[in-house]
């Protein structure tokens, strides 16, 4: 099994829905994050969460909520998607070691908005 | 200007060619500096982490910090095919476990 689990992998919706993304992980990790991914934007931060009642936004969190139901699961959701979210998203968690940065990442969901 | 800025590419290579990947930054407070590869349709995975200056070296991969420069390198000796993916560079300030990513570099490693 994966370390970090994202479900779903892909997902296509219309403008206005809402949608969550789901993340579990197995690492045992108290922080995780969302970031999205654009094609020649790189990585940006949505939301972290250093443990389970620790939420925190990223530099691009408007339009954009998150919750940490418990040190494994931690979800992010669009209340009402709109075309300029479609991208690619990811999970990461971070432990102790190598500074305690983001270490493991999922696969990623590609959501697309039409 | 971008705290992090990294030339996106692609950088084609023959395989067994010694790979240079680069970043600037602007930010002097960054002291911690990581090297992340992205296989298609893949997350990232932490490579290389460095803390301070120096060079760390790992089987085929060194990482290169010059702190007085602001730049850092990665460097592939006798590249592969395998290693064709996207290579993204990272850094954080002490204390804070949210680094800035570069926008990554495509390399491609051909037969």
């Known amino acids: 099994d994966a370390d970090v689990t994202q479900t779903p992998r892909n997902r296509i919706t219309k403008t206005g829905k809402r949608i969550m993304l789901e993340c579990s992980q197995t690492k045992g990790h108290d922080r995780m994050y969302w970031y999205r991914q654009d094609p020649g934007l790189g990585l940006r931060l949505i939301y972290y969460?250093?443990?389970?009642?620790?939420?925190n936004k990223g530099e691009i969190s408007d339009g954009y909520s998150v919750s940490r139901q418990a040190q494994a699961k931690f979800s992010l959701s669009l209340e009402s998607a709109i075309p300029n979210q479609t991208a690619l998203y990811f999970c990461a968690t971070a432990g102790e070691g190598v500074g305690s940065q983001p270490q493991h990442f999922g696969d990623g969901t590609r959501l697309s908005i039409l | 200007q971008k705290e992090v800025e990294q030339d996106p590419g692609p950088l084609s290579v023959p395989e067994g060619a010694i790979v240079s990947l680069n970043c600037t930054y602007s930010?002097?407070?960054?002291?911690?500096f990581m090297w992340y590869r992205q296989y298609s349709r893949k997350g990232p995975e932490l490579l290389m982490y460095?803390?301070?200056?120096g060079n760390k070296e790992d089987g085929r991969f060194t990482a290169q910090v010059d702190k007085s420069s602001k730049y850092i390198s990665l460097f592939i000796r006798d590249s592969q095919p395998s290693d064709s993916a996207t290579y993204l560079c990272?850094?954080?300030?002490?204390?804070?476990?949210?680094?800035?990513f570069g926008r990554g570099t495509s390399l491609i490693v051909h037969p």
């Open positions: 969460s250093f443990d389970v009642k620790d939420i």
């Open positions: 990272a850094m954080s300030t002490g204390g804070s476990y949210i680094p800035t």
């Open positions: 460095t803390y301070s200056s």
């Open positions: 930010n002097s407070a960054f002291q911690y």
